[in-house]
């Protein structure tokens, strides 16, 4: 069978006193926040390590739909100009290829969803270190992307044991806002500005035909459904 390349340029939470908490309105001025301290820091090195995580959950996403779709995963890896591929067997290929950038935005519309709804950020920054460390080392064979996966699989453990459950919070939103602006940012700079680069529009436009640029609008189209619905379901006033 022919081998396919897929390319992109703890513990449990403790109880939380109610004094530790935050009330869920400080959302409706965090989120927004968040996202202008994002865009005017984009281009500065502060962001490089969220990025490179992103592309993580970019390449972890070919994997995983490598693996629930029957193939199998021969290896992933991350490199330190935030690009990667993951190698896999079998499966089925419309799923895999479409994994990377869609993939990578539901997780991020599911981190910050679950941050905002919720009050088991601890045990969401655990999940998150776990996966993390499982992924490197089933699948990571490169140092850079062994070392990143591993560092920060353990950071998110250290952070949801030591570290308090309103930080944990505010870092899972960071993740989810800065996963949410990057994805199209990166759809868009791939597949319609830079429409001659190997992208996973690319392959999929060879494989199932049309164009890179018709693939790449249309998952920008997903993105733009698909990020104002996490933001009004992360937003939306609890029921008491």
């Known amino acids: ?73 021969l290896s992933m890896h991350i490199v330190a100009n935030q690009g990667g591929h993951v190698q896999s067997m079998g499966g089925w290929p419309i799923v895999i290829i479409s994994a990377g950038y869609l993939g990578s935005l539901l997780w991020g519309a599911l981190i910050l969803i679950l941050a905002a709804r919720s009050s088991a950020d601890r045990l969401i920054m655990a999940m998150l270190g776990i996966g993390m460390l499982v992924l490197t080392a089933l699948y990571v064979r490169n140092l850079y992307g062994f070392g990143f996966g591993l560092l920060g699989g353990l950071s998110a453990l250290a952070s949801a044991k030591f570290i308090s459950t309103w930080i944990n919070d505010l870092i899972l939103k960071l993740i989810g806002v800065v996963t949410m602006l990057y994805v199209p940012m990166d759809i868009f700079s791939d597949t319609l500005a830079r429409s001659e680069l190997r992208s996973d529009a690319r392959i999929l436009a060879e494989y199932l035909g049309g164009t890179t640029m018709f693939w790449g609008a249309l998952w920008l189209l997903i993105s733009a459904v698909v990020i104002p619905a996490a933001l009004y379901v992360g937003l939306r006033p609890r029921k008491n």
């Not at 400080?26 to 005017?40: K, N, Q």
């Not at 995580?53 to 070919?62: A, I, N, P, Q, T």
Request: net charge negative; with cysteine.
């Open 1 to 73: 069978m022919a081998t396919l390349t897929w390319v992109m340029d703890n513990t449990l939470p403790r109880p939380v006193s109610p004094a530790t908490q935050h009330s869920p309105k400080t959302d409706y001025w965090l989120l927004p926040l968040l996202a202008m301290v994002c865009v005017f820091a984009w281009d500065t090195q502060l962001l490089t390590p969220l990025k490179i995580l992103v592309v993580f959950f970019h390449e972890g996403s070919h994997a995983l739909a490598t693996i629930l779709t029957g193939g199998s995963v």
